[in-house]
């Protein structure tokens, strides 16, 4: 089966061995998305921020196998601080609302960098 893969230019993806985002048939999987451009966290200390930075990441992935947000079955956030969950919850619904995927948020002890409060996670079913 033809795999797509779609990668961002992070230096953690070849050194760990994985892509932002692949599709397989009509799935796609996104991989754990964080708030980083060029290096720097983005929206340090604003958790509503980093989800969305996020989830623009995830779209923009998205776009480049073929899909939209509105493919979109799927979602998982982990967040470094459940009582944030309102904020994070507001950007995802801007995303989402009307599309509502099943969504999961969870709270992590942490992510790769302290600066980083939310990764979040999609999957998509296209039309082949």
């Not at 048939?25 to 720097?40: P, S």
């Not at 604003?46 to 196998?65: G, M, S, V």
């Not at 009307?98 to 990764?119: F, H, R, S």
């Amino acid at each position: 089966m033809e795999k797509k893969h779609v990668f961002t230019g992070s230096p953690w993806e070849p050194l760990v061995g994985y892509c932002r985002a692949i599709r397989v048939g009509n799935r796609i999987e996104v991989a754990g998305t964080t708030a980083v451009k060029d290096g720097e966290v983005v929206g340090v200390g604003d958790p509503y921020a980093q989800a969305k930075f996020a989830l623009q990441t995830i779209e923009k992935a998205l776009r480049e196998l073929g899909a939209d947000m509105s493919h979109v079955v799927r979602t998982r956030m982990f967040v470094t601080d459940i009582s944030k969950w309102e904020e994070i919850g507001r950007a995802h619904g801007e995303f989402f609302h009307d599309i509502q995927p099943v969504a999961t948020m969870v709270e992590v002890k942490a992510l790769i960098d302290p600066l980083l409060l939310v990764e979040i996670e999609a999957e998509a079913v296209v039309e082949r």
